[in-house]
């Protein structure tokens, strides 16, 4: 077990050399993760018995929560037909996290994030359990939806960085990043099975059902919450209370360019790219003309491939940021291609790769940061994760939104694809800039074709450097 911040984790920098050190580049990004080397396989987390409940728990709520999405979004499409209400929707609910994101890092910090989680899961449920009162009784209304979204949101402050940081406490960081990744394959695995569910609930009797089963698949996760051993928790000094954390946590950050870097490129596609349910209501909408089954089939799309990531990350031994670069790259490219898709086969199969892209970004980000990141300053540097990869919708969303009403679904998924695209060629070449790299091109046959190496010669101290 953890005998204090440092002992299980990666060492902050302690000068501004350190920092640039730790942000060195290997070909495309920084060096790899600081990790302690896994015990290997793709499930090698759920050994754990703590973990297991987790992850028990976490399955049977986000199944809940992808149900109320879908719900959410067609009923919102249905009582205002317009998508921009949609991603009014989605802005509310993600703009606590905007706004308080890093406080909800400081609380995360300094109180058990274990009681902290019995908490925040509970008032998730209490939220589902509202809103399912209101549609069965036929008294909702937008306005409704507009406050339990934002009411969820404040939840999700507190929730989120406590979750993210709960992680490590539970499995150590010898297996962090293969549980960071079983996190995602299993809320996943819950989007394959969530959206169909709703789509045939709010067909046959309404979205009413669906928020109702969502709020109470939130006793899983607290039952399991509450039956861990906390004996066999891996033990994480809290921060005290004391004034200046906040500011101090940022210092953190801009002090490490291999954590500034991946949140900047993550809050780019987060802000932009991800705003899924204001794009794929339209195109069922208003391209293809269909219903809440079909908007549900695009969703158990996207959810298989973004599984796949997912699972395919959990078997990765790194987290190498050139990696995340590329995903980023390919991601934004494959939803300019997806924008001006010919048939709706065509573009129903383009979401099966944008899922597994989108995942692999999140996943490698998220792990990355939290095994470069000093323990007693974990729950802050989540927060300001979360606050820009989510925190960004409530910027991105409603002008998104705009885009897709204005000028057509194709026009906005085009855009959204169009920013990711460049935020990845900018936030690649700043990180080569950082290391002292250069883009190579060789075409010889066994040789690497394309690939960045040290601008100086063998030997030099920049060379050194970037291949630490």
């Known amino acids: 077990m953890s005998t204090g911040p440092g002992a299980d984790s990666a060492p902050a920098p302690n000068s501004h050399d350190d920092a640039v050190r730790s942000a060195a580049l290997t070909e495309t990004g920084p060096a790899e993760s600081p990790e302690p080397g896994s015990k290997g396989g793709t499930f090698s987390s759920l050994r754990i018995r703590n973990y297991r409940l987790f992850a028990t728990g976490q399955v049977v709520s986000n199944t809940g929560t992808w149900m109320q999405r879908i719900a959410q979004d067609w009923l919102v499409l249905s009582l205002t037909g317009s998508s921009a209400a949609v991603g009014i929707t989605t802005a509310l609910q993600f703009l606590p996290m905007l706004f308080l994101g890093l406080y909800g890092g400081v609380i995360a910090d300094r109180c058990p994030k274990r009681r902290l989680l019995v908490l925040t899961q509970a008032a998730m449920g209490l939220t589902g359990l509202a809103l399912a009162v209101l549609t069965l009784s036929g008294h909702v209304q937008v306005w409704h939806v507009y406050l339990t979204a934002f009411v969820l949101g404040l939840v999700t402050v507190v929730d989120n960085p406590a979750r993210q940081a709960f992680v490590v406490e539970m499995v150590g960081p010898a297996d962090l990043r293969n549980a960071v990744s079983l996190n995602s394959a299993n809320f996943q695995s819950a989007r394959l099975v969530g959206p ?140 300019i291609t997806a924008a001006l898709a010919p048939s709706f086969w065509v573009f129903a199969a383009l979401l099966v790769p944008i899922g597994m892209f989108g995942l692999t970004i999140n996943v490698t980000a998220n792990s990355s940061i939290q095994l470069g990141t000093d ?77 960045f190496v040290p601008r100086r010669p063998a030997g030099s101290p920049a060379e050194e450097l970037a291949t630490a």
């Open 196 to 335: 169909a569910v709703a789509g045939v609930l709010i067909t046959a009797v309404g979205s009413g059902w669906a928020f109702l089963l969502n709020g109470l698949s939130f006793v899983a996760p607290v039952a399991g919450l509450l039956l861990m051993r906390t004996a066999e928790l891996h033990k994480v000094d809290r921060a005290p209370r004391a004034k200046g954390q906040l500011r101090e946590g940022l210092r953190y950050v801009a002090g490490r360019p291999d954590l500034v870097w991946p949140i900047v490129l993550v809050g780019f596609i987060g802000t932009f790219g991800f705003n899924f349910p204001i794009w794929l209501t339209a195109f069922v909408n208003d391209v293809y003309h269909a219903g809440a089954g079909t908007y549900g089939l695009l969703n158990t799309l996207m959810a298989g491939g973004s599984l796949v990531g997912a699972l395919l990350a959990a078997r990765r031994g790194s987290s190498r940021l050139r990696f995340l670069v590329g995903a980023a790259l390919l991601f934004g490219v494959l939803e």
């Open 375 to 451: 323990p007693a300053m974990r729950g802050r540097v989540m927060s300001l994760f979360m606050m820009v990869f989510m925190g960004g919708t409530p910027l991105g969303a409603p002008l998104v939104g705009w885009v897709t009403d204005a000028y057509g679904a194709r026009v906005g998924f085009l855009a959204g694809g169009a920013v990711a695209t460049l935020a990845a060629v900018g936030v690649g070449l700043v990180l080569a800039r950082v290391g002292d790299l250069r883009l190579k091109v060789d075409l010889r046959r066994g040789h690497t074709h394309v690939a």
